[in-house]
Nanobody, 122 residues
Framework: VQLQASGGGLVQPGGSLQLSCAASGIALDDYALAWFRQAPGEERVGISCRSSTDRRTVYADSVKGRFTSSSDNVKNMMYLQMNSLQPEDTAVYYC????????????????WGQGTQVTVSS
C-alpha cells in the first residue's frame, strides 16, 4: 500500500495550488479520505475528512471555504485544491486513508502519504 503525494511548492499569498495523492495497492473508494498538515514546530492536524459512506467532506475551520478535497476513483487519486492561500497555510501536507470520519475527524488511519511542502510567501 502506498500513497504518493505531490503538487507542493512556493506560492504567493492569495494564490492557489492543487495537491495530488496517488494510491497503489488499495482502492481509495473503500476508505475515508483525509488531508493533514503540519506547520513548523506544530503538531500534525487534520484539515479535511471525506466519509467512505455518505461521501460528505468536513473541513477544519481554518480552511473551510478555501480548500476543496476531491477524488477520482478511475485514476485512484485524491486531490486538495487550495485557494486564497495565506502564509499561515505554510506546512507539510499529508494525504491519508482512514476507516471512518468521526465528528469530521479521521479515525484509525490506515495509510499515510509521504508529505509535500507548501510554502506561502511573497
Amino acid at each position: 500500500v502506498q500513497l504518493q503525494a505531490s503538487g507542493g511548492g512556493l506560492v504567493q499569498p492569495g494564490g492557489s495550488l492543487q495537491l495530488s495523492c496517488a494510491a497503489s495497492g488499495i482502492a481509495l473508494d473503500d476508505y475515508a479520505l483525509a488531508w493533514f498538515r503540519q506547520a513548523p514546530g506544530e503538531e500534525r492536524v487534520g484539515i479535511s475528512c471525506r466519509s467512505s459512506t455518505d461521501r460528505r467532506t468536513v473541513y477544519a475551520d481554518s480552511v473551510k471555504g478555501r480548500f476543496t478535497s476531491s477524488s477520482d476513483n478511475v485514476k485512484n487519486m485524491m486531490y486538495l485544491q487550495m485557494n486564497s492561500l495565506q502564509p499561515e497555510d505554510t506546512a507539510v501536507y499529508y494525504c491519508a486513508t482512514a476507516r471512518t470520519c468521526i465528528g469530521g475527524r479521521p479515525n484509525f488511519i490506515t495509510s499515510w502519504g509521504q508529505g509535500t511542502q507548501v510554502t506561502v510567501s511573497s
